[in-house]
């Protein structure tokens, strides 16, 4: 008979724990890798304006606004002869550039010089603004020009009155300068001329 074997209390105490812990452990579950492709990010549409259509900045357009006035009180001060109302139209150190590369300085000689051209038969000038860009207290224009000039009355074979015109076209690129109150002046102009029409007077555009 073999003799039996006696085990400390000890012993069997951490088996039998060892035995439960076993037995309630979860077996393993293997969990999926983590995904390695970044998530897309969200896209955001910017709105587009059409081909071929040019949205003005909101401070270039009310600068548009405000040339167009100041060129609307200029044609009836011209009509209207008066040389007070047109001077205030300048700055003090305003020039002009005409056609024919004669550079007119001061708003006073401006003024004598529109003068004269008034007495040389211009009777309508009309501007048409293409494009303007301000830029802090300064505004860059570019434009086209039409101006009519009549010329004297003349007697035809019939003796009966006629006056001869001339229409002098061309462009123009334009320096404004914004004043305290928030008004522009004309401070530089730069004329082209590009044609005329074929009746023709002795006068001549911006000379």
């Known amino acids: 008979m073999r003799p039996l074997l006696i085990l400390p209390l ?20 293997e969990l999926p890798a983590a995904a390695t492709t970044p998530p897309t ?9 059409a081909a071929g259509v040019r949205e003005p900045r909101p401070e ?28 205030a139209m300048y700055t003090s150190d305003a020039r002009l550039v005409s056609a024919s590369e004669q550079t007119i300085e001061g708003r006073g000689n401006i003024v004598e010089f529109l003068a004269a051209q008034r007495r040389l038969g211009l009777r309508e000038p009309a501007f048409e603004t293409l494009e303007v ?22 007697a035809d074979t019939d003796g009966v009155a006629a006056t001869t015109a001339r229409e002098e076209r061309g462009r123009y690129f334009s320096v404004w300068r914004v004043q305290p109150d928030g008004g522009w002046l004309y401070h530089l102009g730069v004329w082209s001329a590009t044609g005329a029409s074929e009746d023709t007077a002795d006068t001549a555009m911006l000379r």
């Open 10 to 29: 000890s012993a069997l105490l951490l088996g039998l724990v060892s035995v439960s812990v076993f037995a309630e452990r979860e077996p393993d579950v």
């Open 41 to 49: 990010p969200a896209v955001r549409h910017a709105s587009v304006p």
């Open 60 to 87: 270039a357009a009310a600068t548009r606004r405000a040339i167009a006035r100041a060129y609307g009180v200029w044609s009836e001060a011209y009509a209207a002869a008066d040389d007070r109302a047109l001077a």
């Open 133 to 154: 860009v301000a830029v802090g207290d300064i505004a860059y224009e570019i434009g086209t020009f039409a101006l009519l000039y009549e010329g004297a009355a003349d």
